[in-house]
């Protein structure tokens, strides 16, 4: 398990988003978090917590941000997208709509083709200000790894008081202009068997994502290491298979 030890890094190479500058505005000596999933490469949820003191400022991060756009602008380093994704929930920070703001400012002062991105479990769209600056980047990127509560408790362990309901609930808000992604897999936790890309959950899976309706649907497996032990990841020919089905429903899918 590793932390992120800057605000800004990379740019690295994502399977997913091409050359991605990552941003990180939770701290970098823990994380911090509305999830507690049992597959995070960054490890268990330590901080409970969600005081704003403990996340970085505004300014600091802005800073950080500008001061890494330059560098790689002059080095003529290309980059397909600025995403936030670092030591946990980057939405639980108490500015997240100021950060989105000024951003948006930076990105089209030094990278103007360049999509924003967010990688976010979804659990603070119940927070207007979240959801509205959600709807203002290219790609909100929105987790939804199981859609019935006991997998939900299982995979995902939540810190906050969230059901995978309201959650589904409140991703109607964005009428399909996000791009949804679920990490498929198996194991056993705690004695408890579970398969997100068996039936019966993979299909009701299929009929939420035929509910929801998003304009993308990115499908993955595990990838790097994991907390939970004993987890498996599910292989590439059944992510195609999952992939194709959604395209049966009329959604683009790309499996990972």
């Known amino acids: 398990m590793f932390l992120w030890d ?12 091409g050359s991605s500058l990552g941003i990180n505005v939770s701290p970098t000596n823990v994380k911090i978090c ?21 996340f970085f400022s505004v300014e600091e991060i802005i800073t950080a941000i500008e001061a890494k756009l330059r560098q790689c602008q002059e080095a ?19 500015q997240f709509d100021q950060i989105i703001d000024k951003l948006i400012i930076l990105r089209d002062q030094y990278y103007p083709k360049t999509a924003i991105t967010c990688l976010s479990n979804a659990t603070q769209l119940t927070n207007n200000n979240v959801l509205t600056a959600l709807q203002k980047i290219e790609n909100p990127i929105l987790k939804l790894d199981a859609v019935t509560e006991p997998l939900f ?15 589904i609930k409140h991703l109607q808000h964005l009428n399909g202009n996000f791009i949804l992604q679920t990490l498929f897999f198996k194991g056993e936790i705690d004695g408890q068997y579970f398969n997100n890309a068996a039936e019966p959950h993979l299909s009701l899976w299929m009929n939420v994502v035929k509910q929801l309706h998003p304009r993308k649907v990115m499908i993955y497996s595990l990838d790097r290491n994991t907390p939970a032990q004993g987890l498996e990841k599910i292989p590439f020919k059944e992510l195609r298979e999952i992939a194709r089905q959604v395209q049966e429903l009329g959604v683009e899918a790309i499996a990972y």
Not at 6 to 16: C, D, L, N, Q, Y
Not at 34 to 43: K, M, Q, T
Request: glycine share 8%.
């Open 153 to 167: 408790q299982i995979i995902n362990k939540p810190t906050v008081s969230i059901s995978v309901e309201r959650i």
């Open 34 to 54: 509305s999830f507690d999933c049992i597959y995070c490469e960054c490890g268990w949820t330590l901080e409970k917590s969600t005081a704003p003191h403990l």
């Open 76 to 94: 003529g380093m290309p980059i397909d997208s600025i995403t936030f994704s670092g030591n946990g929930e980057p939405t639980l920070h108490p």
């Open 6 to 17: 800057k605000i800004a890094f990379g740019p690295i190479s994502s399977r997913r988003l």
